[in-house]
């Protein structure tokens, strides 16, 4: 086993959930990066590249026996599990009456049942020594509901409640809970294809980068226990809040 610690990213897209697997990385963690498909070699050669160590592994987060397996790895291979961040998205747009069940169940799945099953295989490992950082990712859909984003405000709604409750029951027992409202789209591919109006009227720094908001949650996992922060709410300099 590595004496590394050990961050487990899930949910490491291309663009935020790389960022904070590559800024945990130049720390000096090993990252374990997950996702439930798509490319992860990419990232890990980019850590490998830069000095750091890196393990993809392929996992659904919305299955309980997956999510258990995937943390006794990381414990019994890897090294103690120091951060866990929770990154899954789940961000569709649907008209209220053309939202189906199928999709509501989805996407309450994919952003509020995961991380419960995230946080709590966690917290079980965290809870043995009395330390650790477990961070989610929240949205605006966190904090209030939009016209045609009824699936993602519910999912991203219950993930903060989600929060709030571990935050307090655990934060005594020396472990930090944090939410992150990202207030704003991120610049990826597929905002952009989501938003292009909104995209084409903004100058570069008034997008948020991938980059810039992988230092927030560094910082978090980096706070001294008498001063830890729960949530933060990010946005650009001139986004409308």
């Known amino acids: 086993m590595t004496a590394e610690p050990v961050a487990l990213v899930v949910g490491a897209g291309d663009y935020l959930g790389s960022a904070i697997a590559r800024r945990f990385a130049r720390e000096g963690l090993h990252v374990v990066a997950t996702r439930r498909r798509g490319d992860l070699d990419r990232l890990i050669a980019a850590i490998e590249t830069d000095g750091g160590h890196a393990t993809g592994i392929h996992s659904d987060a919305r299955d309980e026996a997956q999510v258990a397996a995937l943390v006794d790895r990381i414990e019994n291979e890897l090294g103690p599990l120091a951060v866990a961040v929770f990154n899954v998205g789940g961000n569709v747009r649907f008209g209220v009456t053309e939202t189906t069940a199928r999709v509501y169940r989805k996407v309450w799945e994919m952003c509020a049942f995961a991380g419960f099953l995230v946080g709590r295989e966690a917290a079980r490992r965290m809870l043995e020594r009395g330390a650790g950082t477990i961070l989610f990712t929240g949205a605006t859909a966190s904090l209030r509901g939009a016209a045609e984003f009824a699936a993602f405000a519910g999912g991203k709604h219950a993930l903060r409640a989600l929060a709030q409750s571990m935050a307090r029951e655990l934060g005594p027992q020396g472990i930090h809970v944090a939410h992150v409202v990202i207030d704003g789209p991120i610049d990826t591919a597929a ?46 300099y001139m986004e409308s809040w």
């Open 191 to 236: 905002t952009r294809a989501l938003f292009p109006e909104w995209f084409a009227a903004r100058p570069p720094d008034g997008i948020m980068q991938p980059e810039a908001l992988a230092q927030i949650y560094w910082q978090l996992h980096s706070q001294p226990r008498s001063a830890w922060t729960f949530e933060t709410d990010v946005r650009t």
